[in-house]
Protein backbone atom coordinates (compact mmCIF):
# COMPACT_ATOMS: atom_id res chain seq x y z
CA UNK A 1 0.00 0.00 0.00
CA UNK A 2 1.22 3.28 -1.08
CA UNK A 3 2.06 5.84 1.94
CA UNK A 4 -0.02 8.55 2.41
CA UNK A 5 1.33 11.81 1.22
CA UNK A 6 1.90 14.90 2.90
CA UNK A 7 1.48 18.44 1.33
CA UNK A 8 3.42 20.93 3.37
CA UNK A 9 1.35 23.82 3.88
CA UNK A 10 2.77 27.60 3.24
CA UNK A 11 -0.08 30.02 3.69
CA UNK A 12 0.23 33.26 2.36
CA UNK A 13 -1.17 36.96 3.29
CA UNK A 14 0.17 40.64 2.43
CA UNK A 15 3.06 38.57 0.97
CA UNK A 16 4.16 37.00 4.41
CA UNK A 17 3.43 33.46 5.85
CA UNK A 18 0.34 33.48 8.12
CA UNK A 19 0.74 30.53 10.71
CA UNK A 20 1.57 30.02 14.56
CA UNK A 21 5.07 30.64 15.49
CA UNK A 22 6.06 30.80 11.79
CA UNK A 23 8.65 33.79 10.99
CA UNK A 24 10.01 32.66 7.25
CA UNK A 25 9.03 34.35 4.35
CA UNK A 26 7.21 32.44 1.84
CA UNK A 27 9.60 31.67 -0.54
CA UNK A 28 11.87 30.47 2.24
CA UNK A 29 8.89 28.30 3.91
CA UNK A 30 8.54 26.37 0.95
CA UNK A 31 11.98 25.74 -0.26
CA UNK A 32 12.72 24.79 3.76
CA UNK A 33 9.67 22.01 2.82
CA UNK A 34 11.50 21.25 -0.38
CA UNK A 35 14.54 20.44 1.43
CA UNK A 36 13.38 18.55 3.88
CA UNK A 37 11.28 16.35 1.90
CA UNK A 38 8.43 17.23 1.10
CA UNK A 39 7.02 15.63 -2.21
CA UNK A 40 4.30 18.54 -2.31
CA UNK A 41 3.60 21.68 -1.11
CA UNK A 42 0.18 23.16 -0.71
CA UNK A 43 0.12 26.79 -1.21
CA UNK A 44 -2.69 29.21 -0.50
CA UNK A 45 -3.50 32.80 -1.07
CA UNK A 46 -5.29 33.98 1.83
CA UNK A 47 -6.33 37.10 1.04
CA UNK A 48 -7.81 35.55 -2.21
CA UNK A 49 -9.29 33.24 -0.44
CA UNK A 50 -11.53 36.05 1.69
CA UNK A 51 -11.38 38.52 -0.78
CA UNK A 52 -9.15 41.06 0.33
CA UNK A 53 -6.39 40.87 -1.93
CA UNK A 54 -4.53 39.23 -4.08
CA UNK A 55 -0.78 37.68 -3.78
CA UNK A 56 -0.54 35.92 -6.98
CA UNK A 57 3.33 37.27 -8.90
CA UNK A 58 4.74 35.78 -4.97
CA UNK A 59 2.77 32.62 -5.58
CA UNK A 60 3.79 32.28 -9.04
CA UNK A 61 7.21 33.12 -8.29
CA UNK A 62 7.36 30.69 -5.44
CA UNK A 63 5.71 28.00 -7.97
CA UNK A 64 8.56 28.71 -10.19
CA UNK A 65 11.81 28.02 -7.84
CA UNK A 66 10.51 24.24 -6.75
CA UNK A 67 11.12 21.50 -7.77
CA UNK A 68 8.66 19.43 -6.29
CA UNK A 69 4.25 19.33 -7.06
CA UNK A 70 2.80 22.69 -6.10
CA UNK A 71 -0.75 22.12 -4.84
CA UNK A 72 -2.36 25.72 -5.19
CA UNK A 73 -5.50 27.05 -3.49
CA UNK A 74 -7.12 30.63 -2.29
CA UNK A 75 -10.08 32.31 -4.12
CA UNK A 76 -9.85 30.51 -7.48
CA UNK A 77 -13.60 30.44 -8.56
CA UNK A 78 -13.62 31.84 -11.87
CA UNK A 79 -12.14 31.35 -15.21
CA UNK A 80 -10.06 34.37 -14.88
CA UNK A 81 -8.62 33.00 -11.51
CA UNK A 82 -8.08 29.83 -12.28
CA UNK A 83 -6.38 30.39 -15.61
CA UNK A 84 -4.04 32.30 -13.86
CA UNK A 85 -2.87 29.80 -11.39
CA UNK A 86 -2.66 27.41 -13.81
CA UNK A 87 -0.66 29.42 -15.72
CA UNK A 88 1.82 29.18 -12.67
CA UNK A 89 2.60 26.09 -13.94
CA UNK A 90 1.73 24.23 -10.47
CA UNK A 91 0.72 20.71 -10.93
CA UNK A 92 -2.73 21.02 -9.28
CA UNK A 93 -5.16 24.08 -8.36
CA UNK A 94 -8.10 23.94 -5.94
CA UNK A 95 -11.31 25.45 -6.89
CA UNK A 96 -12.95 27.04 -4.08
CA UNK A 97 -16.24 25.85 -2.34
CA UNK A 98 -17.44 28.77 -3.41
CA UNK A 99 -16.98 27.69 -7.17
CA UNK A 100 -19.81 25.36 -6.16
CA UNK A 101 -22.17 28.49 -6.38
CA UNK A 102 -21.72 28.33 -9.89
CA UNK A 103 -22.47 24.74 -11.14
CA UNK A 104 -21.93 25.14 -15.17
CA UNK A 105 -18.59 27.03 -14.43
CA UNK A 106 -17.59 24.56 -12.73
CA UNK A 107 -18.37 21.27 -14.68
CA UNK A 108 -16.58 22.74 -17.30
CA UNK A 109 -13.92 23.80 -15.57
CA UNK A 110 -13.56 19.88 -13.96
CA UNK A 111 -14.08 18.67 -17.42
CA UNK A 112 -11.02 20.54 -19.70
CA UNK A 113 -8.45 20.49 -17.28
CA UNK A 114 -8.96 16.74 -15.28
CA UNK A 115 -6.64 15.97 -13.33
CA UNK A 116 -5.11 19.25 -12.41
CA UNK A 117 -8.49 20.40 -10.49
CA UNK A 118 -9.18 19.49 -7.20
CA UNK A 119 -12.56 20.72 -5.67
CA UNK A 120 -12.52 22.01 -2.30
CA UNK A 121 -15.04 21.23 0.13
CA UNK A 122 -14.67 23.67 3.49
CA UNK A 123 -17.25 21.82 5.49
CA UNK A 124 -18.82 22.73 9.01
CA UNK A 125 -20.77 19.93 10.38
CA UNK A 126 -22.02 18.60 7.71
CA UNK A 127 -22.59 21.98 5.83
CA UNK A 128 -20.03 23.53 2.95
CA UNK A 129 -19.07 26.85 4.96
CA UNK A 130 -16.56 28.20 2.36
CA UNK A 131 -13.86 30.54 3.84
CA UNK A 132 -14.64 34.29 2.77
CA UNK A 133 -18.26 33.67 2.71
CA UNK A 134 -21.12 34.02 5.73
CA UNK A 135 -23.48 31.67 3.60
CA UNK A 136 -23.79 28.19 4.08
CA UNK A 137 -23.84 26.03 0.32
CA UNK A 138 -25.69 23.18 1.49
CA UNK A 139 -25.00 19.70 2.44
CA UNK A 140 -21.09 18.05 1.70
CA UNK A 141 -23.17 14.39 0.71
CA UNK A 142 -25.09 16.26 -1.88
CA UNK A 143 -22.56 18.23 -2.94
CA UNK A 144 -19.97 14.73 -3.62
CA UNK A 145 -22.88 12.83 -5.29
CA UNK A 146 -23.34 15.66 -7.97
CA UNK A 147 -19.36 16.49 -8.03
CA UNK A 148 -19.14 12.57 -8.53
CA UNK A 149 -21.59 12.69 -11.64
CA UNK A 150 -19.90 15.36 -13.19
CA UNK A 151 -16.64 13.91 -13.47
CA UNK A 152 -14.51 15.85 -10.26
CA UNK A 153 -11.18 13.80 -9.91
CA UNK A 154 -10.44 14.90 -6.19
CA UNK A 155 -11.61 16.64 -3.35
CA UNK A 156 -9.54 18.48 -0.57
CA UNK A 157 -11.71 18.08 2.30
CA UNK A 158 -11.46 21.33 5.10
CA UNK A 159 -13.18 21.09 8.62
CA UNK A 160 -12.78 24.85 8.82
CA UNK A 161 -13.71 24.57 12.93
CA UNK A 162 -10.43 22.61 13.25
CA UNK A 163 -8.59 24.62 10.29
CA UNK A 164 -5.50 25.88 12.18
CA UNK A 165 -6.58 24.92 15.42
CA UNK A 166 -3.55 22.12 16.64
CA UNK A 167 -7.34 20.27 18.00
CA UNK A 168 -6.76 17.34 15.75
CA UNK A 169 -8.23 16.39 12.28
CA UNK A 170 -12.12 15.15 11.38
CA UNK A 171 -11.79 11.71 11.31
CA UNK A 172 -15.71 10.97 11.33
CA UNK A 173 -15.96 13.42 8.64
CA UNK A 174 -13.23 12.21 6.61
CA UNK A 175 -13.95 8.73 6.94
CA UNK A 176 -17.78 9.26 5.89
CA UNK A 177 -16.49 11.00 2.67
CA UNK A 178 -14.04 8.53 1.34
CA UNK A 179 -17.36 6.36 2.14
CA UNK A 180 -19.47 7.67 -0.15
CA UNK A 181 -16.87 8.47 -3.01
CA UNK A 182 -14.38 6.57 -5.21
CA UNK A 183 -12.49 9.55 -5.71
CA UNK A 184 -8.94 10.46 -3.65
CA UNK A 185 -9.36 12.72 -1.03
CA UNK A 186 -6.81 15.11 0.60
CA UNK A 187 -7.49 16.07 4.27
CA UNK A 188 -6.78 19.35 5.76
CA UNK A 189 -7.30 21.02 9.07
CA UNK A 190 -6.35 20.20 12.66
CA UNK A 191 -3.48 18.03 12.69
CA UNK A 192 -1.72 18.36 15.84
CA UNK A 193 0.42 15.13 16.66
CA UNK A 194 1.96 12.77 15.10
CA UNK A 195 -0.52 10.11 16.51
CA UNK A 196 -3.34 12.15 14.18
CA UNK A 197 -0.68 11.65 10.95
CA UNK A 198 -0.89 7.56 12.04
CA UNK A 199 -5.04 8.18 12.52
CA UNK A 200 -4.80 9.85 9.20
CA UNK A 201 -2.86 7.02 7.52
CA UNK A 202 -5.50 4.13 8.47
CA UNK A 203 -8.29 6.06 6.28
CA UNK A 204 -5.98 5.32 3.24
CA UNK A 205 -4.79 5.71 0.36
CA UNK A 206 -7.34 4.10 -0.90
CA UNK A 207 -9.77 6.29 -0.15
CA UNK A 208 -7.65 9.23 2.09
CA UNK A 209 -4.52 10.07 -0.61
CA UNK A 210 -3.05 12.82 1.24
CA UNK A 211 -3.21 15.67 3.78
CA UNK A 212 -2.43 19.02 4.53
CA UNK A 213 -0.21 19.95 7.20
CA UNK A 214 0.51 23.45 8.08
CA UNK A 215 0.28 24.92 11.59
CA UNK A 216 1.48 21.79 13.59
CA UNK A 217 5.02 22.18 11.13
CA UNK A 218 5.10 26.04 12.07
CA UNK A 219 4.75 25.48 15.45
CA UNK A 220 6.88 22.71 15.69
CA UNK A 221 4.84 20.64 17.62
CA UNK A 222 6.94 17.89 14.91
CA UNK A 223 9.28 18.56 12.14
CA UNK A 224 8.75 17.37 8.74
CA UNK A 225 11.11 14.30 8.60
CA UNK A 226 9.13 13.09 11.66
CA UNK A 227 5.72 13.59 9.64
CA UNK A 228 6.80 11.72 6.60
CA UNK A 229 8.01 8.83 9.02
CA UNK A 230 4.52 8.60 10.37
CA UNK A 231 2.87 8.49 7.11
CA UNK A 232 5.26 6.21 6.01
CA UNK A 233 4.51 3.42 8.67
CA UNK A 234 8.38 3.78 10.09
CA UNK A 235 8.97 4.73 13.81
CA UNK A 236 9.29 8.26 14.32
Do not use: K
Amino acid sequence: MPDLELLAATDVSAGRVCGPGSTADPMTQALAWQAGGARWVHLVDLDAAFGRGTNAPLLAEIVGRLDVHVELAGGIGDQRSLEAALATGCRRVVLSTLALQRPDWCVRAVAEHGDRVAVGLDVRGRTLAARGSESEGGNIFEALAWLDAVGAARYVVTDVARDGSLGGPNLELLAAVCAVTARPVVASGGVATLADLRALSDLGPPGLEGVVVGSALWAEEFTLPEALAALSGAVA
